[in-house]
């Protein structure tokens, strides 16, 4: 290889460039299980209910028609199980001339593919059947893509494994020898950075807004039976304490053994109870990141972390894309720092611990916000002063609220655009918004409140560094890029922080940790 990095393992075998491979065999299976128990439920429920009621299987009136509804279900069994042979058998995939291409189909034909120097992310996951047959889901993340581009339901989770560092090694621009261009690329080394105990994330649940609403529900309900001596208000909690034990089970089923890595091909995260995940997030591939800081966790100076990937989308409805787009569930203030320093090695100030601590907790001009004009203050009381923002040479940093604490980091590169918002209250007080525009996700970079000569400064300047961060960017392959930096400054032992953050670690006294 052309890049510093472990030396290559030998294979056993080798697998051409352009080879045609097919998934596990046992895929369609794992994939199509709920057909398979339907049918078994539909056939068979009529005869163990009689069979634990200690009566015949077969009931006399149908003992007649036996033959035929069994020569039916194996019909159905037959069909079902052909159907699963064929999709494996015409489902193949193949990484080669700078695409991953899966094909799929034998009645219809679909061909997927993606560009490997436009790989995101890739994820490997084992849902609960599949971890009990060894196997794994592979999903690749494209740029612009409001989905998963391409899917591989089920390799083995060594071959997965192997096939990700392959893919992420293309996508990096790791070129092979001559002699090894067949050989398989080894998996990089990691360093794990951080761990959230589940009492530490059983105590973030607890501590929630979820649990202040159900709280307050709950005094009301038993003030308004009080009153009115009716205790059918309390029959209006059950709903929602159904729906906060839901939340809270999919919180920490998807929270449950959350770790955090750095290793050359990017940042990885493991976490899943049930249902495993490992993401790998190339470097330079997050769009955005907001840290968040609900009021009860000041108490124990927690915060989260969500980030903006191109290829996640929006949150959806059943979380999944919620826990994708998640960097870290809850950690204390050196857990912040150290995902900032894996998505963002290079901070463009010298205190970027001072710069960063001034967007979590201060307020006015630390760390060198600006923030809103003293008039913003019949607009935001509380925040006014807390309001603000300011750009290194790298990101821009934007801070907002007073009880629910927010900092949002923007690279320069990432900005897409921009639009300034002025209604007419804010018109009268001389104020308008700055919105930046990323790609989908759960942030959302908005300056709030900001004076209208400054807001115009902002406007005009975050363009400039966004070009000039544009025009450094060459290639989408990172390697050229940030993997130097990662291979060559890092030895494999060494955890990504800032300057002054393990001095700064030692002065405090440090947050309570679960």
């Known amino acids: 290889m052309t890049a510093a990095g472990p030396p290559p393992v030998q294979p056993e075998r080798a697998v051409p460039d352009d080879a045609w491979l097919r998934v596990h ?5 794992v994939r199509g299980w709920v057909a398979l128990a339907a049918i078994a439920y539909f056939f068979g429920r009529d005869s163990f209910e009689r069979m634990l009621q200690g009566q015949p299987l077969l009931d006399d009136r ?21 159907g699963f042979i064929m999709s494996w058998y015409f489902t193949r995939y193949q990484v080669a001339e700078g695409y991953v291409r899966v094909n799929t189909g034998f009645l219809f034909r679909q061909q997927r593919q993606a560009r490997l120097d436009r790989v995101q992310a890739i994820d490997i996951v084992q849902p609960l059947l599949a971890r009990i047959f060894g196997l794994a889901e592979l999903k690749f993340e494209v740029a612009d893509a409001g989905e998963s581009a391409v899917r591989l339901a089920y390799l083995r989770v060594d071959d997965a494994r192997q096939l990700r560092a392959t893919i992420l090694a293309r996508a990096a621009g790791v070129r092979m020898e001559p002699g090894q261009a ?5 998996e990089a080394p990691e360093q794990q950075v951080l761990r959230v105990p589940p009492s530490r994330l059983i105590g973030s649940l607890l501590l929630s807004e ?9 005094v009301v309900s038993v003030a308004l039976s009080a009153v009115t001596e009716n205790r059918g208000f309390f029959l209006y909690l059950i709903p929602a304490v159904l729906g906060l034990f839901a939340s809270y089970w999919g919180s ?9 890595a750095i290793s050359p091909d990017g940042i990885r995260l493991r976490y899943g109870l049930l249902d495993t995940q490992a993401q790998t997030l190339p470097p330079g591939r997050v769009q955005a990141l907001r840290v968040i800081q609900p009021p009860l966790w000041r108490l124990f100076g927690w915060y989260r972390i969500q980030v903006n990937v191109a290829g996640y989308g929006v949150v959806g409805n059943n979380g999944e894309a919620g826990s994708r787009t998640t960097l870290l569930p809850v950690g204390g203030i050196d857990d912040v720092l150290n995902v900032l320093a894996m998505v963002l090695p290079d901070p463009g100030t010298p205190d970027p611990v001072g710069v960063f601590r001034a967007g979590l907790e201060g307020l006015g001009s630390d760390g060198g916000f600006v923030t809103s004009p003293r008039r913003a203050r019949f607009l935001a009381p509380l925040a006014w002063r807390r309001n603000g923002f300011t750009a290194t040479d790298t990101a821009l940093l934007v801070r907002s609220g007073r009880w629910w604490r927010e900092l949002v980091v923007v690279p320069h590169q990432r900005t897409q655009s921009m639009a300034l918002h002025q209604g007419p209250l804010a018109r009268r007080f001389q104020v308008a918004d700055l919105v930046l525009h990323t790609t989908a996700g759960p942030v959302t970079p908005r300056v709030v409140q900001a004076g209208v000569n400054e807001a115009q400064a902002l406007f005009d300047g975050q363009a400039a560094r966004a070009r000039a961060a544009r025009r450094r960017q060459t290639s989408e392959q990172w390697l050229a890029q940030v993997a130097p930096q990662l291979l060559e400054q890092r030895t494999p ?11 700064l670690s030692q002065q405090q006294e440090g947050p309570q940790r679960g």
């Open 25 to 29: 065999p046992a895929s369609p299976f």
């Open 62 to 82: 149908i003992a007649g028609r036996a033959p035929w509804l069994l020569a039916g279900g194996a019909f159905l069994l037959l069909l079902a199980v052909s």
């Open 182 to 186: 067949e050989a398989p690329v080894p």
């Open 210 to 218: 979820q649990s202040v609403f159900i709280a307050l529900g709950g």
């Open 252 to 260: 920490f089923h998807k929270g449950y053994n959350f770790t955090a």
């Open 493 to 503: 032992d060494q955890q990504p922080t800032y300057p002054q953050q393990s001095s």
